[in-house]
């Protein structure tokens, strides 16, 4: 008997702080009386949308924790405060990040040379951390 395999099954290092720090940034920065329920549940759903990610990343033969790394980068450069509990964002922007990572789709010249941008302002980001 085949059993289906999901994110819930993969222990994603660091991933629950991260999503409670975006659940944080999307919540409580506006509103510092959110209780922590509130924020843990939000925490939660981002955390199972991430998780569904770890298959796909753990076949890849890559760590899993990046997916955590991919929510702390989007808490620092994406998550606004007042986004509240809209998933829609997240699911999009985190797919998009983990296609950057871990390539699962074939591109054409001209969607690869975007590529090229991309290096260019991740050498940029790493530089400016020095």
């Not at 702390?72 to 998550?79: E, I, K, M, N, S």
Request: with cysteine; glycine share 6%.
């Amino acid at each position: 008997m085949d059993e289906s395999i999901d994110g819930s099954d993969f222990d994603i290092a660091g991933l629950h702080d991260a999503c409670l720090e975006l659940a944080h940034v999307v919540l409580a920065s506006s509103q510092p009386q959110v209780s922590r329920d509130i924020l843990e549940t939000l925490a939660d759903r981002f955390e199972r949308e991430a998780a569904d990610f770890a298959l796909l990343v753990g076949n890849a033969g890559r760590d899993t924790a990046l997916l955590a790394r991919a929510v702390h980068y989007l808490a620092d450069a994406h998550a606004l405060p007042l986004m509240g509990t809209d998933m829609e964002w997240f699911r999009q922007a985190l797919a998009c990040l983990v296609e950057l990572a871990v390539p699962g789709i074939a591109l054409s010249p001209k969607g690869a040379a975007f590529l090229h941008d991309v290096e260019t302002g991740i050498a940029q980001s790493l530089h400016d951390l020095d």
